[in-house]
């Protein structure tokens, strides 16, 4: 089968067919991460990887990122399992990216579906290169150069009220005290600008007074969200998706009542600059 690569929008995404991914090896995964830089998120559909399977592929792309709350799997406790039947609410329902409260954010986030609800569970990206670019220069030139705080607590807080997480919150805080971060960050490998706030961790934009860094995040939590940079896709069992953590958000659409299970990894990064 030939490989193929069809753009979900003009903005980002792609599903690749024509490729194994248990074929994937250390001779040819430069060009499984091409796929990544090129699209930013980019689905493989009927792939049904066993955990640790999932792991092989994760690890060519670096180490793994182990996130340090909610549920693990019981035979490979480095993969995250998202487990929701009522999600309204639970953090994933918001634009983010991924464990940005970390020193060195997630580079790469790894997603299988597992079980679906009959109806629902859709999942949204956003490209924060495009976000960056479509505001004006002024507030371009204005956000450059400054740096945000990006912070745990709302986030745990929301997992160990709703049972997902049993972590002591006073250890967590001490464990991962709050980091800051470019609010405009460069990619290290493509070289582009993007946007790096999310409603998830930002707390506050460092250089700003109270009343500006409320009203700055305000204004671009809202921008993030036009539909000129996204992408929606429609998950069927079995589909594997990799996108980069250092220039996208996602939105998981909580729009189901039913179980619906995702196998994830996320792979380590490097300090935003």
């Given at each position: ?5 069809e ?20 001779t ?8 990544v ?71 790469y ?40 705080t ?9 997992a ?20 800051h971060?470019?609010?405009?960050r ?22 700003l ?36 953590n ?28």
């Amino acid at each position: 089968m030939t490989l193929t690569v069809e753009p979900l929008t003009t903005a980002t995404g792609a599903v690749v067919t024509g490729i194994e991914l248990r074929d994937i090896d250390e001779t040819n995964v430069a060009e499984f991460e091409q796929l990544v830089l090129d699209n930013l998120v980019v689905f493989f559909p009927g792939q049904a990887l066993e955990p640790a399977e999932q792991m092989r592929l994760a690890l060519l792309l670096g180490d793994i990122d182990v996130a340090p709350f909610g549920p693990k799997h019981p035979d490979v406790p480095e993969m995250t399992v998202l487990d929701q039947q009522s999600p309204l609410g639970e953090g994933a329902d918001a634009w983010h990216s991924d464990n940005t409260f970390r020193g060195e954010p997630p580079s790469y986030t790894m997603l299988q579906s597992v079980l679906l609800p009959p109806v629902g569970g859709d999942t949204c990206w956003a490209n924060m290169y495009e976000a960056y670019d479509a505001l004006s220069e002024p507030m371009q030139g204005f956000l450059d150069g400054l740096t945000a705080t990006h912070d745990l607590s709302k986030m745990l807080e929301v997992a160990v009220a709703r049972g997902n997480s049993d972590a002591d919150l006073g250890e967590m805080r001490r464990l991962y005290p709050p980091e800051h971060h470019p609010v405009v960050r460069t990619h290290p490998r493509t070289g582009r600008k993007a946007l790096f706030v999310n409603g998830n961790f930002t707390t506050r934009i460092d250089q700003l007074s109270d009343a500006e860094s409320r009203t700055t995040l305000k204004l671009l939590l809202e921008h993030i969200q036009s539909p000129l940079f996204q992408c929606r896709f429609h998950w069927q069992p079995g589909t594997l998706a990799l996108w980069d953590n250092r220039c996208l958000q996602h939105y998981a659409v909580p729009d189901y009542d039913s179980r619906r299970i995702m196998h994830r990894f996320t792979i380590s990064g490097d300090r935003p600059k």
